[in-house]
């Protein structure tokens, strides 16, 4: 096998917390790091940089690497589908390992590089959770967060892992879901955690978000179904302060906000207001009660950022099906008072509350095919923020 093929398909097999494709060939960053960094040794993985889980990748050397890894990944499976029982040797089963990654790595979609690391998991050639971490460490990369095929790999990952599901459960429309799987509550935060990185690496990552739904449908069956159900929930707490925190960090990320909308509404089912319950839900009510509601958030925000279309469309998330009508009136108003003057941010501004007013006006007369808005999937199919919901006024 080429040697820079096999030394770069074992360090991506090591624990990882991320990689970096480093421009050029990297030889002058790793004469800075051996300057520089005492536990830095130069020329130990020469060309690539491992320093404290963090590896750092040259371009050059992997479009080289990338040559070489297709041409022996081809001889392999060829190999592999002449065989008569389908086998490869210790050592050819090690080769497809190695190239197989390294072909990942320079394409994150590369769906025969998938498919057979897929069927080496099926027959125990590589262990599933090993495979989450590399997969993990994969979507740290730019091109590989925005990739829908590596999200689809791990969350197949996740049910093989899992495999054990509720009794009597519903048969799925969607046999890439989450949902009815003992999933851990812990393995559930690690998930959300890698989305949450994957969103930051990617914006408006639609894949990423996509995965945290799921992960969400997940989490909010196990928070009222599962015997361990208090675990659940404290994750689903958690989830709601850092949602809210990032729609405040992100305020273009409609995306965001619609998955807000969607966690608001979960919380509500599980956490039921103005309903007694048992001392733990009380206790996740009481700190629920703490963060403001999906209206009150999003009409804090609005106030703070009216040129922002995405947080406007945000505030009609959270009107509820009886609207406070005559606030909502008044916060508009408001900022079209403060806006009177001429300029492109003050008519942005306008523009936006003028049709809020008339799309506030509308639900009165609103047909019932259009009383709530669009479920997640569609939302997130819209390119523009002005599609997220339904009968946008004006537009």
Not at 25 to 52: A, I, M
Request: aromatic fraction near 8%; hydrophobic fraction near 40%.
């Amino acid at each position: 096998m080429d040697h820079i093929v096999n030394s770069l398909g074992t360090l991506l097999h090591l624990p990882l917390h991320s990689i970096e494709l480093i421009p050029g060939d990297g030889s002058e960053l790793l004469v800075q790091h051996s300057q520089n960094n005492d536990k830095l040794t130069p020329g130990l993985h020469s060309p690539f940089l491992l320093v404290e889980g963090n590896l750092g990748v040259p371009q050059k050397v992997l479009y080289k690497a990338y040559i070489a890894a297709a041409g022996l990944f081809t001889q392999l499976r060829r190999h592999r589908r002449r065989s008569h029982d389908n086998r490869l040797t210790v050592q050819e089963v090690d080769e497809l390992r190695l190239v197989s990654v390294v072909l990942l790595l320079a394409n994150p979609a590369h769906q025969s590089a998938l498919s057979i690391r897929k069927q080496l998991v099926q027959e125990n050639l590589i262990d599933a959770e090993h495979e989450l971490r590399t997969t993990e460490a994969l979507l740290t990369l730019r091109d590989g967060s925005k990739q829908s095929i590596l999200w689809h790999h791990r969350r197949w990952l996740l049910r093989r892992l899992f495999l054990t599901v509720i009794e009597r459960f519903p048969p799925l429309a969607d046999d890439d879901s989450l949902l009815y799987y003992q999933i851990p509550a812990d393995a559930l935060r690690s998930e959300l955690k890698i989305a949450s990185r994957a969103s930051e690496t990617y914006h408006r990552n639609y894949f990423a978000w996509l995965h945290r739904f799921k992960v969400l449908e997940a989490l909010s069956s196990l928070a009222r179904s599962s015997p361990s159900r208090d675990s659940y929930r404290r994750l689903l707490a958690e989830e709601y302060a850092a949602i809210q925190q990032w729609v405040e960090r992100h305020v273009s990320d409609y995306t965001a906000m619609q998955y807000m909308r969607s966690l608001y509404t979960v919380a509500l089912e599980v956490f039921p207001l103005n309903v007694s319950s048992d001392e733990t839900t009380a206790r996740y009510q009481s700190r629920l009660a703490d963060h403001p509601s999906l209206l009150e958030h999003a009409q804090s925000l609005v106030e703070l950022y009216p040129n922002h279309e995405s947080l406007w469309l945000y505030l009609r998330a959270g009107i509820p099906a009886t609207p406070p009508r005559d606030y909502a009136t008044a916060l508009a108003r408001k900022l079209l008072d403060q806006h009177a003057e001429d300029g492109a941010e003050s008519e942005g501004v306008r523009a936006h509350a003028h049709r809020y007013l008339a799309w506030l006006e509308r639900q009165r007369y609103r047909e019932p095919h259009c009383a709530e808005p669009v479920t997640w999937h569609k939302a997130l199919a819209f390119s523009q923020a002005s599609n997220l919901y339904c009968t946008y006024a004006g537009a």
